[in-house]
T-cell receptor, first 114, second 111 residues
Framework: DVKVTQSSRYLVKRTGEKVFLECVQD?????MFWYRQDPGLGLRLIYF???????EKGDIPEGYSVSREKKERFSLILESASTNQTSMYLC?????????????FGPGTRLTVT | GQSLEQPSEVTAVEGAIVQINCTYQ??????LSWYQQHDGGAPTFLSY????GLEETGRFSSFLSRSDSYGYLLLQELQMKDSASYFC????????????FGTGTKLQVIP
C-alpha cells in the first residue's frame, strides 16, 4: 500500500526558530511536493522536487527552502519561523509519466508559530 | 495567473445526488482532478478528466468542458461518510506537472 509519512502531526515553534518538516514516501516516486493548506485558500504549492537534489519553486516559496538528498525523503525548512507561517503543511508524492496527475498525500503537520 | 472557483459549502440529504462545480482560469490547462479530504485527514485522489465528457467511478462521476472552462463532481446515492471537503485541481504547464488546487467545497450530508 502506498504510503507518505510526515515526521510530526502537530508542532509548536517560536518566532525566529528554524523549523524542519520531514516527509518520507515508500513508493519510489520521482516527484515530491510541499503544500500549505489554509481555510478558504485551498492547497498552495510551496516547492516541489522532481529528482534527488533537484527542486523548483512553487507558487509561494518565500520564507521556505527545501532539501532532497535521498529519493524517498523531502524536507521543508523554515529558516526563521514567523506567525504567518502557522498552517497545515502537506507533503505529497507522484510518479513520473502517469497521465492523471494523481498525488499521494501524507497526513499533514499542523504547525503553530507563537 | 491560475484560479479555480468552487462553492464553499454544500448540504445534501443522504441517498440524494449532489453536484459540486468548479470553474477555472489557468494559463494553459492539462486536465482536471478531484480530491476528497475528510476532517483531519489527507486528501485522496478521486478522478481525473483530460478530455471533455463524463468519467464514472462507482458512485462518483466527474465531468469536464474545456470550452466552458468548467467541470463538476457528481456524487450519487450519498452516504454519511461522503461528508468531507472536495477539491478540484488543474494540471498546468510550467515544468514537472504543477497543479493548482481550488479553494475546496465542504459537503455536509444530513440524514
Amino acid at each position: 500500500d502506498v504510503k507518505v509519512t510526515q515526521s510530526s502531526r502537530y508542532l509548536v515553534k517560536r518566532t525566529g526558530e528554524k523549523v524542519f518538516l520531514e516527509c518520507v514516501q515508500d513508493m519510489d516516486h520521482e516527484n515530491m511536493f510541499w503544500y500549505r493548506q489554509d481555510p478558504g485558500l485551498g492547497l498552495r504549492l510551496i516547492y516541489f522536487s522532481y529528482d534527488v537534489k533537484m527542486k523548483e519553486k512553487g507558487d509561494i516559496p518565500e520564507g521556505y527552502s527545501v532539501s532532497r538528498e535521498k529519493k524517498e525523503r523531502f524536507s521543508l525548512i523554515l529558516e526563521s519561523a514567523s506567525t504567518n507561517q502557522t498552517s497545515m503543511y502537506l507533503c505529497a508524492s507522484r510518479e513520473s509519466g502517469t497521465q492523471n496527475y494523481e498525488q499521494y498525500f501524507g497526513p499533514g503537520t499542523r504547525l503553530t508559530v507563537t | 495567473g491560475q484560479s479555480l472557483e468552487q462553492p464553499s459549502e454544500v448540504t445534501a440529504v443522504e441517498g440524494a445526488i449532489v453536484q459540486i462545480n468548479c470553474t477555472y482560469q489557468t494559463s494553459g490547462f492539462y486536465g482536471l482532478s478531484w480530491y476528497q479530504q475528510h476532517d483531519g485527514g489527507a486528501p485522496t485522489f478521486l478522478s481525473y478528466n483530460a478530455l471533455d465528457g463524463l468519467e464514472e467511478t462507482g458512485r462518483f462521476s466527474s465531468f469536464l468542458s474545456r470550452s466552458d472552462s468548467y467541470g463538476y463532481l457528481l456524487l450519487q446515492e450519498l452516504q454519511m461518510k461522503d461528508s468531507a471537503s472536495y477539491f478540484c485541481a488543474a494540471g498546468r504547464p510550467g515544468g514537472y506537472q504543477k497543479v493548482t488546487f481550488g479553494t475546496g467545497t465542504k459537503l455536509q450530508v444530513i440524514p
